[in-house]
């Protein structure tokens, strides 16, 4: 972040990749409003950034719930005063199915957090952020590539990269950039979780040719440096973490 102090927003930062993006805004010397819709865990992601001695703002939100959305934001804003960067990270996995084996509820409820979601938090973000703001939204490498049994998933996260692009040309003329970060397979602890104890993660490292996943610093640190003044001349792009995975 640059010396002066910005405030934002990142949805989804009571675990992962968004709690990591938190905190390192934080330690860059900006406030920021911790979202998520489990209130105990973005209460400890304030405490964190608490304990490195950075500025944090609990906020519960159910970002697939436009009445929450609107007023997480207006409650971000009113403590804040106003909007630098949005990072619109929270979403959900899918579920293990081919698309003729998936009902449409849960085909719907996943677009309904992953990809209205993210629609909702821009439609609050965008008037309140001023020339020179940015958004990052967390898509995926399934925003770009097809990830087998994952209809759903893939098709919310190339929806965000849609939303992206559009609202990129869209809104920069008024000095507002949109871009995305797309990461791999990431250690989080609910992509452990899910790993369980299969040979899952050395699966998806065997195919990595990095050698290795992400661990969620690594996708954080894209989504700081596109939210910061270093990155003043790039908007619209869907940014790989993946180590060097096309597929
Ligand atoms: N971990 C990976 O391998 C990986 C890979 C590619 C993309 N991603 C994307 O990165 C983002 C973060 O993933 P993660 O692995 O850190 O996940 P995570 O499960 O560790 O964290 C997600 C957070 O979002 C919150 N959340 C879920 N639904 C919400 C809702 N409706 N409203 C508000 N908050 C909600 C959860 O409570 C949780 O704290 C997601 O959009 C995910 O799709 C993750």
Redesign the pocket.
């Known amino acids: 972040m640059s010396a002066t102090r910005k405030t934002g927003l990142v949805?989804?930062a009571?675990?992962?990749?968004?709690r990591a993006a938190a905190l390192e805004f934080a330690r860059g010397g900006a406030a920021v409003a911790v979202?998520?819709?489990?209130e105990l865990?973005a209460a400890e992601t304030v405490e964190l950034i608490g304990k490195d001695g950075g500025e944090a703002l609990p906020v519960t939100?159910?970002?697939?719930d436009e009445d929450s959305v609107k007023a997480a934001i207006e409650r971000t804003v009113a403590v804040y005063g106003g909007l630098d960067f949005a990072v619109n990270?929270?979403?959900?996995?899918s579920h293990n199915r081919q698309l003729d084996e998936m009902t449409l509820a849960e085909f719907e409820r996943v677009l309904s957090?992953?990809l209205s979601?993210t629609f909702l938090c821009m439609k609050y973000e965008l008037p309140l952020l001023k020339g020179g703001g940015a958004i990052v939204n967390?898509a995926?490498?399934?925003g770009l590539y097809s990830i087998p049994h994952a209809p759903a998933y893939v098709a919310s996260k190339h929806g965000v990269v849609g939303l992206t692009k559009v609202a990129a040309v869209d809104y920069a003329p008024d000095g507002i950039r949109v871009n995305a970060v797309c990461?791999?397979?990431?250690r989080?602890?609910?992509?452990d979780q899910v790993a369980g104890d299969t040979d899952m993660i050395a699966r998806q490292e065997a195919i990595t040719p990095l050698g290795r996943l992400a661990t969620?610093e690594e996708a954080a640190a894209a989504v700081v440096w596109l939210c910061s003044d270093a990155a003043a001349y790039v908007t619209g792009i869907a940014m790989s973490v993946d180590g060097g995975r096309r597929a």
């Open positions: 949805t989804g009571g675990s992962g990749i968004g979202l998520d819709i489990d865990a939100v159910d970002i697939a990270n929270a979403g959900m996995a957090v992953n979601g967390v995926s490498n399934g990461p791999g397979p990431t989080t602890p609910a992509f969620p």
